[in-house]
Nanobody, 125 residues
Framework: QVQLAESGGGSVQSGGSLRLSCATSGYTSGTYCLGWYRQAPGNEHEGVATLDYDGATRYAESVEGRFTISQDNAKNALYLQMNNLKPEDTAMYYC???????????????????RGQGTQVTVSS
């Protein structure tokens, strides 16, 4: 059973950086697409950054050039480096996993098989 556990959230000022981590377990590397979603109060959840079996990545337009998703198979970890943070990035961030997907379908489809508990990111102006 796939399990995901996020960490690394916090409060920063606009322009600051954070690095989110997701500890992954219970699956064989290369059999799941992985990614990050976020949800702010009153908003729909949205895909932020994803990667697929071949390591291809996709980003939401709002974070392109500021966020970077990466994976360390040796450490069973997924990361999201967030730079130049803006107040509109404030949200609960979730690590997600799915199968039978591409980075694009996971980013845009709004569906996934597994989701972590989330970590809060708050950006003040």
């Amino acid at each position: 059973q796939v399990q995901l556990a996020e960490s690394g959230g916090g409060s920063v000022q606009s322009g600051g950086s954070l690095r989110l981590s997701c500890a992954t377990s219970g699956y064989t590397s290369g059999t799941y697409c992985l990614g990050w979603y976020r949800q702010a109060p009153g908003n729909e959840h949205e895909g932020v950054a994803t990667l697929d079996y071949d390591g291809a990545t996709r980003y939401a337009e709002s974070v392109e050039g500021r966020f970077t998703i990466s994976q360390d198979n040796a450490k069973n970890a997924l990361y999201l480096q967030m730079n130049n943070l803006k107040p509109e990035d404030t949200a609960m961030y979730y690590c997600v996993a799915d199968q039978g997907c591409t980075a694009w379908t996971l980013l845009m489809g709004g569906q996934y098989r597994v989701r972590g508990q989330g970590t809060q990111v708050t950006v003040s102006s």
